[in-house]
């Protein structure tokens, strides 16, 4: 059954805590089975149990970010487009231009202007741009600028005018704070206690009380200053993170009625035929009618060579075109496009979380408690029962501990940290369903691979025709006859071998039985193709191979008439995969094939695989992967490879199931929990690598975080430290952690010596 789902972008969400309080309280509304926020992409999806539910939620959920995050703006996203109140459709007159004859006329109004005036337009406008940017940033932090300025002059007072002092003082402190206060006030009301903004403010406003007033300004300062910073290296993550994924095409030149129009590629529907012309990404996934070009496909697989492609040729949505203009026609819908697929995906797998941060996000609601517990103890036990303790003095320690009670460095840097990851294997063609997948793959200890299509090409071709008291052409043409009605590899390469049309009427009765073969009646004869099993199973003494291949034998009217071997290719740098695995942490290689004891063991030696298990039926893959799974060491985790559609059962039962289902394959997204979009091996090293990567950083950002903010608690009651140092273990450690984050993304793009472009 199809998810019924909501998903929503929250515009502005800049406070980690936040988030994690909207996706509880939204998981407590009727009606809705479960709901997750991802602060990396501000995107709510709520999965609820009716349509009819859906306005009422919607509604209920704006009433929940408005109460705890006013400034957070809510709307709706459907096939990956924000809804607004905006057109797609561009009014510029040069949008339209003509198709005749099969080329592109161009717009001729004067509005055109040559290379020099584009550019200096260019560059005038990311000057306004920027003076623009300026002046926005100005306003946004007025209040902070005013307020630096009358703590600035308070300070100068200090010591001279004591009251005038004071009141400069509790005015900068005001202006600077103010907009805190208000929100803790707000969230006080809602019932939202333990937050940041509430424990800054308790925490100044006690330095007020006890005298120590340059230094609680100082440190609401401090803090708006590390928020402002704070805010600005997670916009920069967050843009450095969509823009590995940014692959969708923002317009689509369609043609309609001889004239082309740029419209957005939603707006373009099926069998439609849209130009592309070089420099533009390719909107939607279609077949080239004309025209003739190299596509950059990059941004899909992290291939760095540029794919040649003519008429006829299918291109994939996401791809960019590097040379000639292209006549295509549309195959799919955007929301059914690969690039649509990818982005969901990517999209979904930020929201699958990780061990790791279900562990913060549970740790998070507890400590702050305890660090508050924490600070009241030292405000009053130590003057009770410590001869000459001063109440101010334990008052201002407890009061510097509230200020590293939020655990903002780990709620902020964890999903960060594992959204990079995913986007960042997404760039080197892996695609990852979710961060708990990434997490479990720096445990990879055995992995398993199906043989056909997987290792092998898959592309099967007759090698040898061995008659037997009958002619080759036609012990091939009863075996294609006997072959007809299956679609498997194998009986296609019989089909072209024998490259006539078959009658099918010939065939008087088919059937096909599951590992071993098909037993047919053809022009009244009963004819038996299939393994040796089959031979067997009728009692019918057949002529051992020792040829590499996959062996049909054939029987008709129980005598047997011979075989035919079809071959199947190792894919190139197979063997150096293997070795590369193995040097990635993999301890075991394991290969399950239906096909023949010989050509499986032959197959394995040839590459480097440590066992194989050969003339499997489907259900037998799946409980030899049960033997292999009770094999695992503790936590080690089981990978099965396969081609995401005839292995589903065990790509499901494996730990990890990795489809090598190429781009655009649909049934190979849906199967597995990761996803080889180059169909090679290779990239599962470079996955296990991305994981173990991400994971290090991680419990850098964790370990650091927790070091620094208990260092600073121990200082702090011992006297040997202020709360200037508490600031810092706050938003100083957030600040820090969020870089760190990102390092997952430049150490994926500096340490491939593959060429990824990124547009």
Request: glycine share 6%; aromatic share 6%.
């Given at each position: 059954?199809?998810?019924?789902?909501?998903?929503?972008?929250?515009?502005?969400?800049?406070?980690?805590?936040?988030?994690?309080?909207?996706?509880?309280?939204?998981?407590?509304?009727?009606?809705?089975?479960?709901?997750?926020?991802?602060?990396?992409?501000?995107?709510?999806?709520?999965?609820?149990?009716?349509?009819?539910?859906?306005?009422?939620?919607?509604?209920?959920?704006?009433?929940?970010?408005?109460?705890?995050?006013?400034?957070?703006?809510?709307?709706?996203?459907?096939?990956?487009?924000?809804?607004?109140?905006?057109?797609?459709?561009?009014?510029?007159?040069?949008?339209?231009?003509?198709?005749?004859?099969?080329?592109?006329?161009?717009?001729?109004?004067?509005?055109?202007?040559?290379?020099?005036?584009?550019?200096?337009?260019?560059?005038?406008?990311?000057?306004?741009?920027?003076?623009?940017?300026?002046?926005?940033?100005?306003?946004?932090?007025?209040?902070?600028?005013?307020?630096?300025?009358?703590?600035?002059?308070?300070?100068?007072?200090?010591?001279?005018?004591?009251?005038?002092?004071?009141?400069?003082?509790?005015?900068?402190?005001?202006?600077?704070?103010?907009?805190?206060?208000?929100?803790?006030?707000?969230?006080?009301?809602?019932?939202?206690?333990?937050?940041?903004?509430?424990?800054?403010?308790?925490?100044?406003?006690?330095?007020?009380?006890?005298?120590?007033?340059?230094?609680?300004?100082?440190?609401?300062?401090?803090?708006?200053?590390?928020?402002?910073?704070?805010?600005?290296?997670?916009?920069?993550?967050?843009?450095?993170?969509?823009?590995?994924?940014?692959?969708?095409?923002?317009?689509?030149?369609?043609?309609?009625?001889?004239?082309?129009?740029?419209?957005?590629?939603?707006?373009?529907?099926?069998?439609?035929?849209?130009?592309?012309?070089?420099?533009?990404?390719?909107?939607?996934?279609?077949?080239?009618?004309?025209?003739?070009?190299?596509?950059?496909?990059?941004?899909?697989?992290?291939?760095?060579?540029?794919?040649?492609?003519?008429?006829?040729?299918?291109?994939?949505?996401?791809?960019?075109?590097?040379?000639?203009?292209?006549?295509?026609?549309?195959?799919?819908?955007?929301?059914?496009?690969?690039?649509?697929?990818?982005?969901?995906?990517?999209?979904?797998?930020?929201?699958?979380?990780?061990?790791?941060?279900?562990?913060?996000?549970?740790?998070?609601?507890?400590?702050?408690?305890?660090?508050?517990?924490?600070?009241?103890?030292?405000?009053?036990?130590?003057?009770?029962?410590?001869?000459?303790?001063?109440?101010?003095?334990?008052?201002?320690?407890?009061?510097?501990?509230?200020?590293?009670?939020?655990?903002?460095?780990?709620?902020?840097?964890?999903?960060?940290?594992?959204?990079?990851?995913?986007?960042?294997?997404?760039?080197?063609?892996?695609?990852?369903?979710?961060?708990?997948?990434?997490?479990a793959l720096k445990e990879s200890e055995i992995i398993v691979f199906d043989k056909t299509g997987t290792l092998t090409k898959g592309v099967f071709k007759v090698t040898s025709i061995n008659a037997k008291n009958i002619s080759?052409?036609?012990?091939?043409?009863?075996?294609?006859?006997?072959?007809?009605?299956?679609?498997?590899?194998?009986?296609?390469?019989?089909?072209?071998?024998?490259?006539?049309?078959?009658?099918?009427?010939?065939?008087?009765?088919?059937?096909?039985?599951?590992?071993?073969?098909?037993?047919?009646?053809?022009?009244?004869?009963?004819?038996?193709?299939?393994?040796?099993?089959?031979?067997?199973?009728?009692?019918?003494?057949?002529?051992?191979?020792?040829?590499?291949?996959?062996?049909?034998?054939?029987?008709?009217?129980?005598?047997?008439?011979?075989?035919?071997?079809?071959?199947?290719?190792?894919?190139?740098?197979?063997?150096?995969?293997?070795?590369?695995?193995?040097?990635?942490?993999?301890?075991?290689?394991?290969?399950?094939?239906?096909?023949?004891?010989?050509?499986?063991?032959?197959?394995?030696?040839?590459?480097?695989?440590?066992?194989?298990?050969?003339?499997?039926?489907?259900?037998?893959?799946?409980?030899?992967?049960?033997?292999?799974?009770?094999?695992?060491?503790?936590n080690g985790k089981v990978l099965f490879v396969g081609d995401g559609i005839n292995d589903a059962p065990v790509l499901a039962r494996a730990d990890i199931g990795i489809a090598m289902g190429g781009v655009g394959s649909d049934?190979?997204?849906?199967?597995?929990?990761?996803?080889?979009?180059?169909?090679?091996?290779?990239?599962?090293?470079?996955?296990?690598?991305?994981?173990?990567?991400?994971?290090?950083?991680?419990?850098?950002?964790?370990?650091?975080?927790?070091?620094?903010?208990?260092?600073?608690?121990?200082?702090?009651?011992?006297?040997?430290?202020?709360?200037?140092?508490?600031?810092?273990?706050?938003?100083?450690?957030?600040?820090?952690?969020?870089?760190?984050?990102?390092?997952?993304?430049?150490?994926?793009?500096?340490?491939?010596?593959?060429?990824?472009?990124?547009?």
């Amino acid at each position: 059954d199809s998810k019924l789902e909501i998903r929503l972008v929250l515009n502005g969400l800049d406070c980690a805590n936040c988030a994690n309080k909207i996706e509880t309280k939204v998981n407590k509304i009727n009606g809705v089975k479960e709901a997750t926020v991802n602060f990396s992409t501000t995107l709510l999806i709520a999965e609820i149990k009716e349509e009819s539910l859906k306005d009422e939620i919607i509604n209920e959920i704006k009433s929940i970010v408005k109460k705890l995050e006013p400034d957070v703006k809510v709307e709706e996203k459907l096939n990956n487009t924000v809804i607004k109140n905006t057109t797609s459709e561009c009014k510029d007159s040069c949008c339209s231009t003509s198709f005749e004859n099969g080329e592109v006329k161009k717009c001729t109004e004067k509005t055109k202007i040559n290379k020099n005036e584009t550019h200096n337009h260019t560059h005038s406008n990311s000057l306004s741009e920027n003076n623009a940017g300026v002046i926005e940033y100005i306003k946004e932090n007025i209040m902070l600028i005013i307020g630096t300025l009358i703590y600035l002059v308070a300070l100068a007072y200090n010591g001279n005018n004591n009251s005038v002092s004071i009141i400069l003082f509790i005015a900068s402190y005001l202006v600077i704070g103010g907009e805190v206060i208000l929100t803790a006030l707000k969230n006080i009301t809602n019932g939202e206690i333990f937050d940041e903004n509430f424990l800054m403010s308790i925490a100044t406003i006690g330095a007020f009380f006890i005298g120590e007033y340059p230094e609680a300004v100082a440190v609401m300062l401090f803090y708006q200053i590390g928020e402002v910073f704070q805010g600005y290296a997670v916009n920069k993550s967050r843009k450095s993170i969509s823009s590995l994924m940014n692959i969708r095409a923002d317009y689509a030149n369609v043609l309609r009625s001889n004239n082309e129009v740029k419209v957005s590629p939603e707006d373009v529907s099926l069998n439609e035929v849209i130009l592309i012309k070089p420099g533009e990404r390719v909107p939607l996934d279609g077949v080239v009618l004309s025209g003739e070009s190299f596509l950059d496909t990059s941004a899909l697989t992290g291939e760095s060579v540029p794919r040649e492609i003519k008429a006829g040729d299918e291109i994939l949505s996401g791809e960019i075109n590097n040379s000639g203009v292209l006549k295509v026609r549309v195959t799919k819908e955007y929301g059914e496009s690969t690039v649509a697929r990818i982005l969901e995906l990517v999209e979904n797998a930020s929201n699958k979380k990780a061990p790791t941060e279900k562990f913060i996000t549970k740790f998070s609601k507890i400590y702050t408690p305890i660090v508050v517990l924490v600070a009241v103890l030292v405000a009053i036990i130590p003057p009770i029962f410590i001869k000459g303790a001063v109440f101010s003095e334990w008052l201002y320690k407890a009061l510097s501990l509230l200020v590293v009670s939020c655990p903002c460095a780990l709620v902020v840097s964890i999903p960060l940290g594992f959204f990079s990851g995913i986007g960042a294997a997404s760039k080197k063609g892996v695609l990852v369903k979710g961060g708990n997948y990434l997490e479990a793959l720096k445990e990879s200890e055995i992995i398993v691979f199906d043989k056909t299509g997987t290792l092998t090409k898959g592309v099967f071709k007759v090698t040898s025709i061995n008659a037997k008291n009958i002619s080759k052409d036609e012990l091939l043409e009863i075996t294609a006859l006997g072959e007809a009605n299956s679609n498997h590899p194998i009986a296609v390469s019989i089909a072209e071998a024998y490259g006539k049309k078959i009658n099918k009427n010939e065939i008087e009765s088919y059937k096909e039985v599951a590992g071993h073969g098909v037993e047919a009646i053809i022009r009244g004869k009963n004819v038996l193709l299939g393994n040796s099993k089959l031979m067997i199973k009728n009692n019918i003494f057949y002529d051992k191979v020792n040829t590499i291949g996959t062996i049909v034998h054939i029987a008709i009217n129980s005598e047997y008439k011979g075989n035919i071997i079809i071959s199947d290719e190792i894919k190139e740098n197979v063997k150096e995969a293997i070795v590369e695995l193995k040097n990635a942490g993999i301890k075991k290689t394991v290969m399950l094939t239906g096909d023949s004891k010989e050509v499986a063991e032959k197959v394995a030696n040839d590459i480097g695989i440590d066992e194989v298990y050969s003339e499997l039926l489907p259900s037998d893959k799946v409980n030899k992967l049960e033997e292999v799974l009770n094999k695992k060491v503790g936590n080690g985790k089981v990978l099965f490879v396969g081609d995401g559609i005839n292995d589903a059962p065990v790509l499901a039962r494996a730990d990890i199931g990795i489809a090598m289902g190429g781009v655009g394959s649909d049934a190979a997204i849906e199967a597995a929990d990761v996803v080889l979009m180059k169909d090679k091996i290779e990239s599962i090293s470079d996955a296990i690598r991305i994981s173990r990567k991400t994971n290090k950083i991680l419990w850098q950002n964790i370990i650091f975080s927790l070091f620094i903010k208990v260092a600073v608690m121990i200082l702090v009651v011992a006297g040997l430290t202020n709360m200037w140092a508490a600031v810092f273990a706050d938003v100083g450690v957030t600040l820090l952690a969020v870089l760190n984050s990102m390092r997952i993304i430049r150490w994926i793009l500096t340490n491939y010596n593959k060429i990824i472009i990124i547009k």
